[in-house]
Nanobody, 121 residues
């Protein structure tokens, strides 16, 4: 079992920056072969992929809407994944969820509770 706890959300002005954190606990010994990801969901919209990282290699993927503005990273010692977001736009407003795969297969099975990010104009 894996537990994910997000933090770092809040209210920020457009063009500002924010860093989200996702603390992972549970069977962390097996984290090396997992993908960790960030997704978001705005009111009335479907959940959207933001970014992911393979814990072992650090290989990353980004959604088209955030490419060039966001950076996903991980801290092995802290079992924490980060999402650095820059040049934020009002359309980035959403609940951001951290997620983890069960293994190396790119299917996200574990989800955090989410953290709200609100970008004001």
């Amino acid at each position: 079992q894996v537990q994910l706890v997000e933090s770092g959300g809040g209210l920020v002005q457009a063009e500002g920056s924010l860093r989200l954190s996702c603390a992972a606990s549970g069977r962390t010994r097996t984290f090396s072969n997992r993908h960790m990801g960030w997704f978001r969901q705005a009111p009335g919209k479907e959940r959207e992929f933001v970014a992911s990282i393979l814990w072992s290699s650090g290989v990353t993927r980004y959604g088209d809407s955030v490419k060039g503005r966001c950076t996903i990273s991980r801290d092995n010692a802290k079992n924490t994944v980060y999402l650095e977001m820059n040049r934020l736009k009002t359309e980035d407003t959403a609940v951001y969820y951290c997620a983890a795969t069960r293994d190396a297969v790119y299917v996200f099975d574990y989800w955090g509770q989410g953290t709200q990010v609100t970008v004001s104009s």
